[in-house]
């Protein structure tokens, strides 16, 4: 590799660093973090106290799992992970766990979770043709269009990593045209998040 070349890269990445610098994405990043970290640790607790104080999780949990057929279970948080993503996917995972085969159905929910954000994506695109539900989603989505129209896929990489409705980024991409490959390559990271929390939850219920 040329000189040059080396020259061009480094100063197109110090543009990028100057830009989100700019326009505050770093800023933006790290309050997502520190918002992220408010609902894993009072999932923790919720789950310690629960555990302690009310029933044993593993009961819990196995009871959940003798009381509604997978089936229904996955389907409930397709479609909550296709419609904002209201149902934290943590307790999917910590279900997962006590199914027969525990990283099958962990990877059934992340495959569930990915294929929810791209109907969010076309329902995102979908709205634009429709006027009155597009101005409402507009005004109420407002700053997250906002900011996926200075940050694109990184904002999708915020979405599918952290504990931030992957829905509602998804659905802001589709909004605003992001590219639906880009949006793909992006959005295949939310597989990383369950890969992580899948460990993490495992070892803890």
């Known amino acids: ?36 970290l408010t609902p894993i640790v009072l999932f923790i607790i919720a789950l310690l106290c629960v555990h302690y104080f009310v029933i044993d999780i593993n009961d819990l949990l196995v009871k959940m799992t003798d009381t509604f057929p997978p089936f229904w279970v996955l389907t409930v948080f397709f479609i909550s992970e296709s419609i904002l993503g209201l149902i934290p996917p943590e307790i999917f995972i910590a279900w997962s766990d006590k199914m027969p085969d525990p990283i099958l159905y962990l990877s059934l929910i992340a495959v569930l979770s990915y294929t929810g954000g791209i109907i969010s994506y076309f329902m995102g695109r979908a709205s634009t043709r429709i006027n009155a539900v597009h101005e409402y989603l507009e005004v109420k989505m407002a700053k997250h269009l906002k900011n996926a129209r200075k940050w694109g896929g990184f904002l999708i990489v915020v979405g599918a990593i952290l504990p931030v409705p992957f829905a509602v980024s998804s659905m802001a991409a589709g909004m605003i045209k992001y590219p639906f490959i880009n949006y793909l390559l992006f959005g295949l990271l939310r597989f990383v998040r369950f890969a992580i929390y899948g460990a993490a939850i495992f070892n803890l219920v």
């Open 1 to 36: 590799m040329s000189q040059n070349t080396k020259t061009k890269k480094k100063s197109r990445i110090r543009l990028l660093h100057q830009y989100y610098k700019f326009t505050g994405f770093y800023s933006f990043l790290g309050g997502s973090l520190k918002k992220a």
